[in-house]
């Protein structure tokens, strides 16, 4: 934290302008070094004509900003220097940087743990800025950008908070019996711990919605040989993502492609035919494209038309609440529009002609949107947080089956610690602060 770091802070490669940061101690230092002039007003872009330090040619003739902490992004002093995007530019400026005694270039992410070293976001909010830079989607953005604004981190403390009023209290009754602490203190305890755990519950029975949404959400096409299931992920992704033929099993392992559907993100994956295999081959592709069928948040499962009434079962028997079944090839054969296989209406369409497709592509988006975006609250967005969580919920179970104020306490301690890894908040402080603010211990 002693050091001043550097780096590119835009994309690499030739751009109309580029960004540098430097953030530390020797910040302003580096920035009076290298632009001719004092330091600009503190958030106001000047002009300046940048010059080797050592050399004294001119690099190029850039905007600079001054961020004096702890008002910036790492909370200490920040120098950006915005010049032409061009590599020998970009080149020419870090190799000035790099010959400015006590700066070094910055570690992956170092900018942002400097941040959440100095208070200036947690740790959610830091993963939601990772979160935010990697969006591809609308949804993704969206739900980024909630939790790199805090919102993750407000509710997390808000528990946590709860928690350690809770265990302030219940350390107090044990510690000091003889004092005079408020009537029915155990009551009240217990009333916010249950109340805390029903919240915590809530927000675990999400469905895993925001880690589905952050990491992509899963269909798998999955049919008989020859149904169209190529074509139809063709269609999708509207280029040659697979090889079409009229040969049965042309397709043997799984093929993915990434789509934009309604501003979420979508895998959809092309799998084997599902038939009895022909060679050893074939065989481990169904087997793959069954794996992968159970595995997916939604299943598409396609029909030909022209085998009417005579669907394949191995087929029927995957439809469930999480599948589509579509009716491909209609231009070959009419089919009643009101058909349902495995109990569920059928999606009649032909791929070849077109027809039935729009209609076909909102149901799918329709389906993806019901499963991603319902609900106002922030959900889960990362396994980590999960593990926590349930860690904290096992915890206030066995506090309140214990049988002993001691071992509640602990356990008590031990919900407090698991909410805190969450955001990067643990501190015993926090504990002792609460017991002298609420308790007149000691008078």
Known sequence: ??????????????????????????AGGALRRLSDGAVPSPRYAAYRRLRDPWSGAVIDEALVLWFPGPASFTGEDVAE?????????IAALIDALYNCPGLRPAE???????????????LT???????????????????????????????????????????????AAIDFPDEDLPAGLEDVVRGRLAEILGEISQHLADNRRGERLRDGFSI??????????????????????????????????????????GGYPVLVADT???????????????????????????????????AWPDFDLETTRLIDDDTIPVINKTDLRSIDPEVRIGGRAAQCLSVRS??????????????????????TALPLTRARHRHALEECLDA??????????????????????????????????DLLDRIFRDFCIGK
């Not at 050091?3 to 430097?22: E, N």
């Not at 993750?152 to 946590?160: H, K, S, T």
């Not at 997916?296 to 038309?305: E, G, K, N, S, V």
Request: charge should be negative; proline fraction near 2%; hydrophobic fraction near 45%.
């Open 1 to 26: 934290m002693t050091d001043t770091i550097f780096a590119l802070a835009s994309a690499p490669g030739r751009a109309g302008v580029a960004v540098i940061r430097v953030s530390g101690p020797g």
């Open 81 to 89: 220097f915005h010049l032409h995007g061009g590599r020998a530019v």
């Open 108 to 122: 992956p992410g170092e900018f942002t743990r400097r941040a959440f070293e100095n208070g200036k976001l947690d």
């Open 125 to 171: 909010a830091a993963e939601g800025l990772a979160d935010l830079v990697n969006a591809e989607t609308e949804g993704q953005r969206r739900q980024a950008l909630r939790q790199m604004q805090g919102e993750l981190g407000r509710l997390y403390d808000r528990w946590r908070e709860g928690l350690v009023g809770a265990l302030a209290q219940a350390e």
């Open 220 to 261: 798998a096409l999955i049919g008989a040989p020859n149904t169209g299931k190529s074509s139809l992920l063709n269609w999708l992704a509207q280029r040659d993502a697979a090889i079409v033929s009229a040969t049965a099993g042309t397709t043997r392992d799984i093929i993915e492609v990434q789509l934009d559907l």
């Open 272 to 306: 084997a035919g599902l038939r009895t295999a022909q060679d050893e081959i074939e065989a481990e592709g169904v087997r793959r494209a069954l794996d992968r069928a159970g595995a997916a948040d939604l299943r598409i499962a396609l029909f030909d038309a022209t």
């Open 354 to 375: 077109g027809n039935g497709l729009p209609a076909f592509l909102d149901q799918v988006t329709d389906a993806v949107a019901e499963r991603l975006g319902g609900g």
């Open 396 to 429: 206030l179970g066995r506090t309140q089956a214990a049988a002993l104020s001691e071992l509640a306490v602990e356990d008590l301690r031990l919900a407090v610690t698991a909410l805190g890894r969450i955001t990067g908040r643990i501190d015993v402080e």
